[in-house]
């Protein structure tokens, strides 16, 4: 899985809000597929079964472990899914996860295990794949791991879930039989079943690691979505073709060719596959691909290039659910990424918070800083807040932006620490604006260069975290508007990033004769510094 990188070439990821296990594991315990696995586990418990046979409990399975049609039907009523097109395929689907994560042990006829959790399973599922058997060669019962998943602790809970998330997702990254040969003609023999020497398995275009790869890489790109984007992070849906263009369209592209655009929409359709497997497990919330669409999709084979909102959501929706969240966060972790929770900070000192805090969405942020405020007092806090923003480096001004959010956390007890930088050159100014807001008497006004060293700083602060944004316009000619002659005073500003602040002005601002006098603003800067 791709992400960020730390200084240790170690790949790193922005921090995620998780919910409690308590909650996750309730999530788990609700999620439709691991609901029907564990009341199949139970139904195969009961005295009797639905063998038939008086006495004997268990229910009779093939080589796989796999339900036989007559006991399928049973499982299907069971499941109250009769009336379901999908009830077979989601009975049989919850069955082989039951296999999978334990919930199911298989005993052949002879006293063996078939088929039991894990690699097991799978490799069953496979062989079911290619033969479908109708004879019972084997006994299903509940397995060791079904009391646990219905009534261990939470962290069991997850651990079974997590297990089988893994089954499903091995799964939904490979292709049917029927998609892999391009059609079942020339394989099947006169009973309609597919004879597997028919088959020539070397000349089979799949690629199985790239493939687990393609789905491992879409749920990192959805995972940074929700941790980064403030609507995503709020429950916002994200759009499937945004998701699979994330995965196909270089980031240096301007434009998509007609080539990448096709490339799109047959990744598309494969996520839309995909994700119908995996949103009964909870992992994600999926609003399918409308039918219709796909119809014309097949025909024109390629995703049109403008979209309306009412397009997109034609397209396919998707998000990560709080449990999604938790359980891409511990493959990434198993996987050696760096995967933070908010909430790791707590201890950590205040510069490394405050470092740390551009890469949060500022609910996020907010929750971080309060869970640092929570283990010191107020008046300490902000001591060791406005220590760690002072510098000259880079990532000074950030650090600053990042203080101002945090004091704004801060109850007036903190008032003390404030007015001890009152004449500090980089942080007076916003102590300043800390003590007016918080309703303070006798607070001394800046002079006319610390006004506009706060001004750069600001902006400096502003274009590290969120770039040339439209909120920058407005405030550019804010400032330019209420102060005559700006530019003949802000090229003196004594701060680092003034030219660079200059420039970026004379970028954004809309008039043009503004925008000049900023650029020779910018250029007097940066020549006083030579």
């Known amino acids: 899985m791709s992400g960020e990188t730390t200084g240790g070439d170690r790949p790193a990821m922005p921090p995620v809000r998780l919910s409690s296990e308590a909650e996750l594991a309730r999530d788990a315990l609700a999620a439709p597929l691991f609901s029907w696995a564990a009341r199949l586990a139970v139904w195969a418990g009961e005295e009797g079964g639905a063998t038939g046979r008086e006495g004997a409990a268990g229910v009779p399975v093939g080589a796989g472990g796999e339900l036989l049609a007559e006991q399928l039907k049973e499982a299907v009523a069971r499941l109250g899914l009769s009336e379901d097109e999908d009830g077979e395929m989601h009975t049989a689907q919850a069955w082989q996860l039951a296999v999978d994560t334990g919930l199911l042990e298989v005993e052949e006829d002879g006293g063996d295990s078939a088929a039991e959790g894990g690699e097991a399973g799978a490799e069953a599922g496979a062989a079911r794949a290619v033969t479908i058997t109708e004879e019972p060669v084997g006994t299903a019962r509940p397995g060791d791991e079904l009391d646990q998943f219905r009534a261990g602790s939470p962290q069991d809970v997850l651990e079974i879930w ?43 275009d799949w690629n199985p690691e790239k493939e687990a790869d393609f789905l491992d890489g879409t749920l990192g790109n959805l995972y940074v979505l929700t941790a980064s984007d403030q609507a995503v992070s709020a429950g916002a849906m994200v759009p499937l073709p945004v998701l699979a263009a994330s995965m196909i369209v270089p980031d240096d592209m301007e434009e998509p060719t007609d080539a990448v655009l096709e490339e799109v929409s047959a990744a598309m359709m494969k996520l839309d596959e995909q994700f119908r497997m995996l949103a009964p497990t909870g992992l994600v919330e999926y609003q399918p691909v409308d039918e219709a669409l796909t119809e014309e999709m097949d025909e024109e084979a390629e995703l049109p290039e403008n979209l309306d909102e009412e397009d997109v959501s034609r397209y396919g929706m998707v998000r990560l659910t709080p449990l999604g969240i938790h359980g891409v966060r511990v493959r990434m972790r198993e996987a050696g990424v760096e995967a933070p929770a908010v909430g790791h900070l707590a201890e950590a000192d205040a510069e490394t918070l405050l470092s740390a805090l551009t890469a949060y969405t500022e609910e996020n942020a907010q929750a971080e800083i309060e869970s640092w405020l929570a283990a010191r007092t107020p008046l300490e806090s902000a001591r060791e807040l406005l220590t760690a923003s002072r510098g000259t480096d880079e990532d000074a001004p950030s650090r600053r932006l990042a203080c101002q959010q945090a004091l704004s956390l801060i109850g007036t007890e903190a008032q003390p620490a404030l007015r001890e930088v009152l004449e500090d050159r980089q942080l007076g100014g916003l102590a300043r604006v800390w003590l007016v807001e918080h309703g303070e008497q ?66 954004v601002h809309p008039d043009k004769q503004t925008a000049k006098d900023a650029r020779k603003a910018a250029f007097k800067a940066r020549s006083r510094l030579a």
Do not use: C, N, Y
Not at 176 to 190: A, Q, R, Y
Not at 463 to 492: I, N, P, R, S
């Open 162 to 204: 997590q297990g089988g998330l893994e089954s499903v997702l091995a799964d939904a990254a490979t292709p049917s039989f029927e998609d892999l040969i391009g059609g079942l003609d020339g394989v099947t023999g006169e009973d309609g079943q597919i004879d597997p020497e028919a088959i020539d398995l070397d000349s089979l």
């Open 442 to 507: 006798d607070v001394p006004q800046p002079d006319e260069e610390m006004v506009f060293w706060l001004t750069v700083d600001t902006i400096a602060a502003q274009l590290a975290t969120a770039g040339e944004a439209a909120e920058l316009q407005g405030l550019v000619q804010g400032l330019v508007d209420q102060h005559a002659g700006f530019f003949d005073k802000a090229w003196k500003v004594d701060h680092p990033a003034t030219g660079d602040v200059l420039e970026a002005m004379g970028r």
